[in-house]
């Protein structure tokens, strides 16, 4: 029994030993993947230069980077184009051409393929711009929007720097430096959820400087006051996260770092993949 006994023993402690190996030998667990933001260029004209990738949007998507898988792309709105999509990235679709050819609008399609991608937890993040002056499409955008019971506008805002209410979800208590604009109608009975983050208040005064800087213009005011409406909203249709915004230019070099338009940035982007949105 004895002899027994011990034989168990040693059979014992030959299998506790690789368990222990075993435990020590162990990886170390890998982070997990970035989500993947997709700033789509399919509705930008031939020739626009405004918020080029390589250009005045450079810093922002470079800052993105911390948080997402950035990929820049002009490919059509497909199913395989919104593959392993986390947050897809419009901004400023063009009216018109730019000497090239007449830009893609969005189609019926589109909407239907970008909202289905919504709805089954994509994020969407949608900046409209000052018509004409920055070229930017309302009428066919709006169908996407409609979606998500938000409309674009044709009044405009000027450059103001807006304090956010306290009380504002995701970016409350913030400053945002905003560089022209128009308004939202953003209808709160929608299925979809739609919510104001931010309206433009007309006493808040436009930002008097420039008009022309190269050009050594004199200081006028720089747009206008506008009406109250609303100029920062959200949507939450299904599963997924809409961001719409109605000026392009506070994400661009020289103006993402002012005030607290990258914190502002960094937390809507967050938010729309469904990620933590405390503060840094």
């Known amino acids: 029994m004895k002899a027994f006994a011990l034989c168990l ?8 030993a690789p368990m222990v190996l075993a435990a020590d030998a162990a990886e170390p667990a890998q982070p997990a993947a970035k989500p993947v933001l997709l700033y789509t260029l399919h509705y930008h004209a031939e020739g626009e230069e405004q918020y080029l990738p390589t250009g005045n949007y450079s810093e922002f998507l470079e800052r993105l980077k911390e948080h997402f898988d950035v990929r820049v792309n002009a490919a059509p709105i497909s199913p395989a184009t919104l593959k392993g999509v986390g947050v897809l990235l419009i901004v ?9 050819k007449t830009p893609p609008h969005v189609t019926e399609r589109d909407a239907y393929e970008i909202s289905l991608f919504v709805q089954n937890g994509g994020g969407l993040v949608f900046l409209s711009n000052q018509t004409p002056a920055h070229n930017c499409e309302k009428r066919d955008s ?3 929007l409609a979606q998500f019971g938000i409309e674009v506008l044709h009044y405009d805002v000027g450059v103001k720097e807006f304090t956010i209410p306290d009380d504002a979800p995701i970016v409350g208590g913030l400053k945002w430096k905003y560089i022209y604009g128009c308004l ?5 009975d929608h299925f979809a959820h739609p919510r104001v983050l931010l309206e433009n208040d007309p006493a808040v005064p436009v930002e008097v400087g420039q ?22 909203a959200t949507a939450q249709p299904g599963v997924g996260r809409v961001v719409v915004g109605t000026d392009g230019g506070w994400l661009a070099n020289g103006t993402v770092g002012q005030s607290d338009n990258w914190e502002i940035a960094r937390r809507l982007f967050r938010w729309a993949a469904r990620l933590p949105v405390a503060p840094d």
């Open 9 to 16: 023993s040693i059979v014992a402690a030959g299998v506790a």
């Open 92 to 100: 400023n679709p063009s009216e018109s051409a730019r000497g090239g």
């Open 142 to 144: 709006n169908r996407l």
């Open 184 to 188: 939202l109608d953003v209808r709160r």
């Open 211 to 232: 008009a022309n800087p190269a050009a050594g213009g004199p200081a006028v005011p720089l747009g206008e006051a506008g009406p109250r409406g609303p100029i920062l």
